[in-house]
């Protein structure tokens, strides 16, 4: 085979072996992006209430808890000043971080880490810890209790 033909079939082969490539980039499906794309917006969960409960649960327990919370592990109590109301709150102690728990008995919130006594209202009873629990939002719509991060 002569420098010649030896070049026409290197060149032929390249040009055909190309050609599928070149076929398939110029398909509409190529210009698309590989994963679907949504105009629609992502709902926000800002301010967004979710359901951690009813009324019969709270009553028949004294509080809710709900330690998978999206925003933070949950407790949800009646006020003891006035039953009427609820109170939740971020049940992450102000003071090292490990969750507290309610108790009925002294009507607030005790930390088995450190003895931390919060009062009902999240407020610091006895340290170490100084700051307050963090509320959350709280509603009720019929016996269903809803909480909010915000
Ligand atoms: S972590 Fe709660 S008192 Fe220390």
Redesign the pocket.
Known sequence: MDRRAFLLRVGVGVLASSLPVAIAACTPEATQPTTQQTTEPTPSTAGAFTAVGTIQDLDKTGFIQDKKFAAGPLLVVRDPSDKTKLLAFNAT??????V?DWSDQSKGFL??????EFKADGSVAK???TQPLAKFAVKTEGNSILVSAS
């Open positions: 102690c102000t003071h090292k971080g490990c507290v930390c088995p880490c450190h003895a931390t340290g170490p810890a």
